[in-house]
Structure formats: C-alpha cells, structure tokens
C-alpha cells in the first residue's frame, strides 16, 4: 500500500509539474475558447448616395439565472418581470417572473430573453433592472451577429449582392458585394472570450470584446436609384404582361461606361418575379437581329457595300447552302439600299452582303469581328461574366451556313451586356468603354481609391461609318421596324430583335420560344444614356417581336429619364423658346382657368401637367402609365366635387 501511495503521489506530481501545463491548455481550451466576431460589412450606396445595402447588427439577450447574489435576485426581479412584460407586449409580469425562478432553480445559466433585436431595443432591455449590472452581478450575457438589409428590397438585388449559402454551408456572394467583398467590403473581424457553460453552449465572460471588430470599406457604385426604379418597374410590368420566362435590361451612361442600372427578373412558379440570376452579366445568347449592327459596320469598313448598295432581297425567302432564310414580311422587301435592309431588319438582305462578299474569304470577316474584342468577356468586377463565341473556320460551330447565320445574329453569342457595350461605342463616337460598377470606395469621408474609366478600343471604326450608322438607327426608330417607338418629344435610335431559341428542340414547332430585343440609345442627337431589354420566352399568343415586346419598355425608360433626369449641367441662356412646350402650356393655362367645378378634358395633356391641373381642382387623382393622358374617369362636362377621385390612364 505504501508503495502504491507512492506512485500516486509521484503520477501526481508528474501531472502536475512536468505535463501540467499541457492538461491546464487541454482544460482551458475545452471550456474557454475565443469566438469570432464577424466584422460589420461595408455599405454600399448608390451614385447619389442612397443606402443600397448596409450591415445591421442583431443581438440576442439572456440571462445567467445563477451568477447573481440571492439578495439581489430577489430585489431586482420583479423590476426586470415588469420591463419584460412592457417590451414584449404579449406576457404577463407573473410569466416572466416564473420562468426566471424556474431557470435559478435548474441552474440554466443561458436563458433567453430577447432573440434577433435592433440597436435602439438592446440599448433599452440592458438597463432593465437585474441586467443593467453587467456580466458578473446581473448575468447579462449578449450575442450580437450582423445580418445584411436592402432599404431597396429586390430592386437590383442581384447586382448589389446578398448572402447565399450552398449545400455544404459555405458563404457565397453574388454581384458587387462579392466581387468588392474581399478586398473593400469584408473588413477585419473580432474576438470575444466565451466560456463553455455545458450542453454545447457558451457564454461570453464578459460584456466587451478582447478585440474589436473593423467594420469594411463603403463602396459608392454607380448606380442611380432613380433610373434603377423607372428600370425595374419598366421590365417588371412588361414581363408581368406577356408573362415571359425572365427579362433583364440595363442602362450605362454613354461617356464613362458607368452603369445606372441593371435588372434581371426571373419568374417564379407561382408567376411572379424577383432577382432570380444576373442575366445581363452571366446569360450568354444568340443576340438575333441587334447584331446586324455589327455586320454592317464589318461590310461597311471593309468597303464591301455603301449604305446605297442596292440588294435583292427576293420574295422574302432565299436559299443559302440547301437551306431557306425568310423575311418576316410576307412577300418580302424586292429590291431595297444597305440602308433600308438595316431600318426594315432583312435577314435575306444581310445574309447575302455578308455571304456574297466574305465567303471566299471567310476570316476577314470574322477577325474584323474580334479586332472589337467581341469575342473576348468584357472582364467586368462582377463574377460569373459569360463567354462570347464568335466561331470561325475550324471551329465545331462552323459551316457553309455559319457564315450567312451570323450575318443576322444567328450561330455566334453574346450576353446583354457585352451587346450593350457595341452600341454604346457607336453612341460614343466609336469609343468602346469599359462598362463599371463602382465609382469609389470610402472610409467614412475619405476616399480610398476611385475607380476610372477604362477605354477597350479608342476608335471601333472610322468617322464616316459611325456617322452613317448613327443616322440608320435614328431611322429604325423613325420609319423602321421600331416605327411604333417613335415620339415627337423625344428622340431614340436603336435597333429591334426577334431570335428564335430553343430551335434545335423537337416540339419547336408546336411550341415556339423566341428572344425579344432593344438596343440603343437616346438622345439619339447627343446620346447620353444606352440600353438594352431583351426579354425571354414571351407568350406567342400576346406578342413576340422586339417592336412589341421590348420595345416599350426601352421607350418608357428613355422617355421618363428624359423627363425626370437632367440631361446636361449648364445652359448658356434661360430663355428657350420652344413652340410646342408653349403650345402646351397655353392649352394648360386655358384649361386651368375656365374650368372650376366642371371637369375638363385633359386628354392629350403630358401626365404631370393633368396631374397639377386636377390636384389643384380638389381632385384626388390616381394614374395609369406615363407619358401623355390618352383616358380619364371623369367625362367631359361631368360636376366634380371637393376630393372626388379621378383615374387618368397614359402612354
């Protein structure tokens, strides 16, 4: 026995002094650990300065029902019950009171009290009698973690980026926030102290952090929250119409590249819309009748054709290689100028000037079309950007037909933005940039970096093709296939698309799928905005074509950032004289003085001229649309009372 002693006392004594050290880390680390503190996320603001996505903290309050002394329980809880029951509104002083014996009583030292508040409320339940002695005398214990909000909602979420989780648990973060998240956004987290308190829960030691986090940097886009919403509404409404499979549409501020906004909605199953996936971005497509810019630019440059070249365009249906192209006119065009084939979108008329004056020599073609980096990504900071394929000779793409196909957007693809990017050079004056996203990043008020201009290609083409493209996508507009577009009051040019896709599927026939399109810019004398809609899978019984489908919304974009946006800083003198706008107002004055208490006829009046005129009659008025008032509620002639209600429809 004595020796039996003796090797417990000398075990002992190893333990204590030669592995000591390794069993009091071994026990520390299993009950006392560092936790991390996530760090606050930088905000993201519009170019305005409009709150886009900031990072909010959350906390969780509970109670150690045990650390606190006897006599100090007992005078303070009845206080701390009252506080409760006032804060949460739905239990009884004598509730709270019960259950924080009962969790003394069972020596429960992780009591919730409060789960995923704000700032303002935590502020308020930490000076509640018992908590507001802290850690150690009143069993505080607090949980703050950070969850990211839009003030938006889902308008460009996808593009400013959220949290997402895969099926493994990791992080991921689409759009802005993931692309500047490592770099600006993220910041440097913290460290609390917890101690392990049993049953796989910890509690921190005390009510501070050993290290405090740093929040990341702020990050000023380039996003205008106005254009956004007029965007957006404008897209949505459109899809929510035709009751399409999903749409984007972005708009990029012709000088800089910057873009003002983007919107890609999807459909859900049950019909309605959101943020599904960053089309404009990821989505790669054949671009159908917008890319005849391209190849008319090519033939152009090339001095191929002249925009007088005369082409034969048949009966509307001509054969290429054993297969048949068409016309969308019944009948066909006959005999028609490069530049008519372009306003009236001929594919047999771009078909045969590409097929005719290329075929012998295909590559000629083909690297004009990549000397503009169309067949490059525009290397944009958003991830996930899609791949062009422009396919040339030896490629598993090519054909005798190949060449011909591409020729009207067919065989070759591009995503929206990269689209847009083109049409915006021409705009531009044949400079091609670089579309951004962010304009600065900050630090509270200091700058830390900004983010410049960046030029792909100084001049895509010569002078004499730019000018000559400028005026024939003014005309789309005027007397083209976008003839429906046209407006007096403001001007556009662009061009429409109509793409089949899906084609290659065996129930096409029964079941067509097609691709509507507007691209273009406005004004189109002095452009300052570009856009593009492109719409996917609208339903064939409301409507397919570009004209019909996208068109519209590129109108109503453009013509309310034409009224709501000021297009140009300073003006040499403040007297305009414009005869239609005072044509306008004398017809307003007129109005607004005869009639009183009778109601007028306020059709064919711009929607906010109707608007002030009603409003100012005592009228409560609801509206329809934008533009100019085409129908009201009210007839003619009808006695109107004091806040009778008025529905006024415009286009």
């Given amino acids: 026995m004595f020796i039996f002693a003796l090797a417990v006392v000398f075990k002992l004594l190893t333990i204590q002094f030669v592995q000591g050290d390794k069993y009091r880390d071994l026990a520390e680390e299993r009950t006392i650990k560092n936790v991390v503190i996530p760090a606050n996320r930088g905000n993201v603001y519009s170019v305005n300065g409009n709150l886009l996505a900031t990072s909010v903290p959350k906390y969780d309050i509970r109670i150690d029902a045990v650390?606190?002394?006897?006599?100090?329980?007992?005078?303070?809880?009845?206080?701390?019950?009252?506080?409760?029951?006032?804060?949460?509104?739905?239990?009884?002083?004598?509730?709270?009171?019960?259950?924080?014996?009962?969790?003394?009583?069972?020596?429960?030292?992780?009591?919730?009290?409060?789960?995923?508040?704000?700032?303002?409320?935590?502020?308020?339940?930490?000076?509640?009698?018992?908590?507001?002695?802290?850690?150690?005398?009143?069993?505080?214990?607090?949980?703050?973690?950070?969850?990211?909000?839009?003030?938006?909602?889902?308008?460009?979420?996808?593009?400013?980026?959220?949290?997402?989780?895969?099926?493994?648990?990791?992080?991921?973060?689409?759009?802005?926030?993931?692309?500047?998240?490592?770099?600006?956004?993220?910041?440097?987290?913290?460290?609390?102290?917890?101690?392990?308190?049993?049953?796989?829960?910890?509690?921190?030691?005390?009510?501070?952090?050993?290290?405090?986090?740093?929040?990341?940097?702020?990050?000023?886009?380039?996003?205008?929250?106005?254009?956004?919403?007029?965007?957006?509404?404008?897209?949505?409404?459109?899809?929510?119409?035709?009751?399409?499979?999903?749409?984007?549409?972005?708009?990029?501020?012709?000088?800089?590249?910057?873009?003002?906004?983007?919107s890609n909605l999807g459909r859900t199953k049950s019909g309605s819309y959101y943020e599904k996936l960053n089309y404009a971005v990821?989505?790669?497509?054949?671009?159908?009748?917008?890319?005849?810019?391209?190849?008319?630019?090519?033939?152009?440059?090339?001095?191929?054709?002249?925009?007088?070249?005369?082409?034969?365009?048949?009966?509307?249906?001509?054969?290429?290689?054993?297969?048949?192209?068409n016309d969308s006119k019944h009948g066909g065009y006959g005999k028609i100028s490069v530049a008519r084939a372009m306003e009236v979108s001929s594919n047999i008329a771009f078909a045969s000037i590409i097929d005719d004056n290329y075929s012998a020599k295909p590559e000629k073609f083909v690297n004009r079309l990549k000397s503009w980096s169309l067949d490059k990504p525009l290397g944009v900071s958003i991830l996930g950007e899609g791949q062009p394929v422009i396919p040339g000779p030896g490629h598993e793409l090519w054909s005798r037909n190949a060449l011909p196909s591409m020729a009207y957007g067919y065989n070759l693809r591009l995503t929206p933005l990269q689209t847009l990017t083109f049409y915006n050079a021409v705009a531009n004056n044949g400079v091609m940039v670089k579309p951004t996203f962010v304009k600065e990043v900050r630090q509270l008020n200091k700058s830390i970096e900004t983010i410049d201009k960046t030029i792909i290609n100084n001049k895509i083409c010569s002078d004499k093709t730019i000018n000559e493209v400028q005026e024939i996508l003014k005309n789309v507009v005027v007397r083209g296939t976008g003839r429906s577009l046209y407006s007096p009051y403001f001007s556009m040019a662009g061009k429409t698309g109509t793409a089949k896709t899906e084609y290659w599927m065996d129930d096409w026939e029964k079941n067509p799928r097609y691709v509507s399109t507007f691209a273009g810019y406005f004004p189109a004398e002095n452009p300052k905005y570009s856009c593009i809609v492109i719409i996917h899978k609208p339903s064939i019984k409301k409507g397919y074509?570009?004209?019909?489908?996208?068109?519209?919304?590129?109108?109503?974009?453009?013509?309310?950032?034409?009224?709501?946006?000021?297009?140009?800083?300073?003006?040499?003198?403040?007297?305009?004289?414009?005869?239609?706008?005072?044509?306008?107002?004398?017809?307003?004055?007129?109005?607004?003085?005869t009639y009183k208490t009778i109601m007028p006829s306020v059709v064919g009046l711009p929607l906010m001229d109707a608007i002030a005129l009603l409003e100012n009659m005592g009228l409560q008025v609801e509206t329809l649309g934008m533009g100019v008032v085409k129908a009201q509620s009210l007839t003619k002639g009808e006695k109107i009372r004091k806040n009778q209600k008025i529905t006024i429809e415009a286009s």
């Fill in 545 to 593: 074509y570009g004209a019909d489908v996208s068109g519209p919304v590129f109108k109503r974009i453009a013509q309310k950032v034409f009224t709501d946006t000021p297009i140009v800083d300073e003006i040499a003198s403040l007297k305009v004289n414009d005869p239609s706008v005072e044509k306008e107002f004398e017809t307003y004055y007129k109005t607004a003085q």
């Fill in 67 to 262: 650390t606190s002394k006897t006599k100090v329980f007992e005078k303070e809880l009845k206080g701390l019950a009252d506080s409760l029951a006032k804060f949460s509104g739905k239990r009884s002083s004598s509730y709270y009171q019960n259950e924080i014996r009962k969790a003394r009583a069972n020596k429960n030292r992780y009591y919730l009290l409060a789960r995923d508040i704000g700032y303002s409320d935590y502020l308020r339940i930490r000076s509640f009698p018992l908590l507001k002695l802290g850690a150690f005398k009143g069993g505080l214990i607090v949980e703050q973690t950070t969850k990211r909000e839009h003030p938006m909602g889902g308008v460009a979420e996808r593009t400013i980026g959220y949290e997402r989780f895969d099926e493994d648990g990791n992080v991921t973060r689409p759009g802005i926030d993931g692309a500047f998240g490592i770099k600006y956004l993220r910041g440097t987290n913290g460290l609390r102290l917890k101690q392990k308190i049993g049953k796989g829960q910890w509690k921190p030691i005390a009510d501070y952090n050993q290290v405090e986090p740093r929040d990341g940097y702020d990050l000023y886009t380039t996003i205008s929250v106005n254009i956004q919403d007029i965007a957006h509404h404008a897209l949505l409404q459109q899809l929510e119409t035709y009751q399409a499979e999903h749409g984007c549409v972005v708009v990029m501020e012709v000088e800089t590249g910057e873009i003002r906004a983007i």
């Fill in 282 to 325: 990821g989505e790669s497509h054949e671009p159908g009748s917008t890319f005849k810019l391209m190849a008319l630019m090519a033939a152009l440059e090339d001095k191929v054709v002249d925009t007088s070249t005369v082409i034969d365009t048949k009966h509307g249906r001509k054969m290429f290689y054993g297969r048949a192209i």
